[in-house]
């Protein structure tokens, strides 16, 4: 029996996902294995292009969605027996049950944002409860608020990008209230993708800014920096904002240039991460090399306290050590480098294993 892609739009859940394995077992045909899963993607992609642009269906689809929780930006984690964080989803219904017992109207979940959906198409919000006592919350949803700076880093895989993006959108609604022309109120959709200025009609969408990260070689060695604010013992690829009308290149070759004095000859891009630290940022990741015998470094001075260049021994080393060392007078030890949560530390990777390779 084969399915018909119109049969699978709309109702690609659970169940389609088990009848879609089977089949792949029966079948073992890999052609098919990709249409269903090109199927399940395209239908949820479109499920939430239509939330977006369709306040009514949004209200009904929060009504059975699901809500990540955030106290005047902290996000709501939960610890499992084994010390692990994860993401509590509350039940929109949960939440309904948290505001009526602490006297609140229901109304405050309609300023939920719409962030994603799990693969059974059950829509998810992210919602902050800041006007609401923390305690009594974190009490009732056996959890605790954790600032993101470290929730972040304390949850893995697919949520840790979850958090920061329900934050990055809450906060951005938290600053857009008014247009930045008329000074006029401005008013979201129910999906928290856009707000429009009453006077003008005037549509603004969530902003980020656009920024490089680049871990510079000679062949030999990469170049890693600190800036003062860094914790201590911290090295990190070279970082900065592009400027307006920079290409990606144009961005990452002025930064290197800038910040230690090299001029870059080759680039690769590597990936891309949307970072919420201080506010969201889309950063670039790239690869680039200099030529050895123009490898000397020479700090502007402002930004950075130190760059140095590492050998494959060393930033394996750096690589082992998960949290800040400390030598025994308390002061920063050994060079470590950002968890793997940061695209820096896949930088970093990539560098080391292609080393090793060469
Ligand atoms: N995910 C990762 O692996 C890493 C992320 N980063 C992030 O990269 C970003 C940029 O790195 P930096 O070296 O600090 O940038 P940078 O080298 O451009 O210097 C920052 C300065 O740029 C100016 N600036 C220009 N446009 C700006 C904007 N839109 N927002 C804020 N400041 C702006 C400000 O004067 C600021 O002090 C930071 O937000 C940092 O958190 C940095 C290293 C690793
Ligand atoms: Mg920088």
Redesign the pocket.
């Known amino acids: 029996m084969y399915f018909t892609p119109s049969a699978w739009r709309g109702r690609c859940g659970k169940v389609q996902l088990l009848l879609c394995s089977r089949r792949i077992e029966a079948t073992a045909d890999l052609r098919w294995r990709r249409w269903c899963c090109t199927v399940c993607y395209v239908s949820r992609i479109r499920y939430l292009m239509r939330l977006k642009e369709d306040d009514e269906a949004c209200r009904g689809a929060l009504q059975s969605g699901s809500v990540l929780l955030y106290h005047k930006l902290a996000p709501l984690l939960r610890q499992t027996e084994r010390g692990i964080y994860q993401l509590p989803l509350l039940q929109a219904t949960d939440v309904k049950g948290i505001l009526g017992k602490l006297g609140k109207d229901e109304e405050l979940l309609n300023t939920s944002v719409l962030v994603g959906c799990s693969e059974s198409e059950v829509a998810q919000f992210s919602l902050d409860v800041g006007s609401l006592e923390k305690a009594a919350v974190e009490e009732m949803c056996g959890g605790v608020f954790i600032d993101l700076r470290k929730a972040f880093f304390l949850l893995k895989g697919p949520d840790a990008p979850l958090v920061a993006k329900g934050q990055a959108l809450i906060r951005w609604h938290q600053t857009h209230g008014y247009c930045s022309a008329t000074g006029q109120p401005t008013e979201r959709n129910q999906a928290g993708s856009q707000r429009v200025c009453l006077k003008t009609g005037a549509t603004y969408y969530p902003q980020m800014?656009p920024?490089v990260?680049v871990l510079v070689s000679d062949g030999r060695r990469c170049l890693l920096a600190r800036?003062s604010t860094f914790p201590p013992g911290m090295y990190?690829?070279?970082?900065?904002?592009?400027?307006m009308g920079e290409t990606t290149g144009e961005a990452l070759r002025r930064?290197v240039a800038?910040?230690v004095g090299l001029e870059v000859e080759s680039l690769q891009y590597s990936g891309s991460?949307h970072?919420p630290?201080?506010?969201s940022?889309f950063?670039v990741?790239c690869h680039a090399t200099v030529s050895p015998d123009n490898a000397e470094i020479n700090l502007s001075g402002a930004?950075l306290e130190d760059a140095r260049w590492f050998t494959r021994e060393e930033i394996e080393e750096s690589l082992k050590r998960k949290v800040p060392p400390r030598n025994l007078m308390g002061e920063p030890g050994e060079v470590w480098v950002?968890p793997s949560?940061?695209?820096?530390?896949?930088?970093i990777r990539e560098w080391a294993n292609q080393q090793r390779k060469s």
């Open positions: 800014a920024v990260i800036q990190s690829a070279l970082a900065g904002f592009c400027d930064e800038e910040e991460q970072w630290f201080p506010q940022s950063m990741a930004e950002p949560s940061a695209i820096a530390n896949k930088l």
